[in-house]
């Protein structure tokens, strides 16, 4: 049997924590989200683990995946056009995105202090308390900018692996 990574396992006893029974479904989704930085949508969790696991439900997997955005254990995010993306890294970082193949990158950056942030937005909305500053970086990955442009796939014909 597989030792789960550290952040699988910290995921996990969060879970159990909020009352969450660890069933083998949520196992395996937490060991499969917990460190894969290809940022994942629920479909492709889904799909990948549908053979180890034949009577999962879509719902138990969407289910567990909001559960651990509801924790603070993974980010829901909206980075490209279609589903939401699941983010295991919950460290202050900002992202690349891929136009051509929608790949997502993660970009490491420091954490952000109230004033700076304020300074970042460019405005003060009276009364609101900033919670984090992100920011997204479009563009092409290493792989498609090296692919000549009729080469290329559209964004809708293939995801990131």
């Given at each position: 049997m597989v030792r789960p990574s550290d952040n699988a396992t910290k995921m996990l006893e969060t879970l159990r924590a909020s009352g969450l029974k660890l069933t083998p479904q949520r196992l395996a989704i937490v060991r499969e989200l917990a460190d894969d930085d290809s940022h994942p949508t629920a479909q492709e969790l889904f799909d990948r683990l549908k053979v180890a696991l034949p009577t999962m439900s879509f719902a138990t997997v969407y289910n567990t995946l909001d559960a651990l955005a509801a924790s603070g254990l993974c980010a829901a995010r909206s980075l490209v056009p279609g589903a939401t993306r699941f983010d295991p890294n919950t460290k202050p970082h900002h992202h690349a995105v891929c136009d051509d193949c929608g790949a997502v990158i993660d970009i490491p950056s420091e954490p952000?202090?109230?004033?700076?942030?304020?300074?970042?937005?460019?405005?003060?909305?009276?009364?609101?308390?900033?919670?984090?500053?992100?920011?997204?970086?479009?563009?092409?990955?290493?792989?498609?900018?090296?692919?000549?442009?009729?080469?290329?796939?559209?964004?809708?014909?293939?995801?990131?692996?």
């Open positions: 952000t202090s109230r004033a700076a942030a304020k300074s970042a937005m460019g405005v003060a909305v009276t009364g609101f308390v900033v919670r984090a500053v992100e920011q997204i970086y479009r563009g092409l990955c290493a792989d498609c900018a090296a692919t000549p442009s009729r080469e290329r796939a559209s964004p809708k014909s293939h995801a990131p692996s």
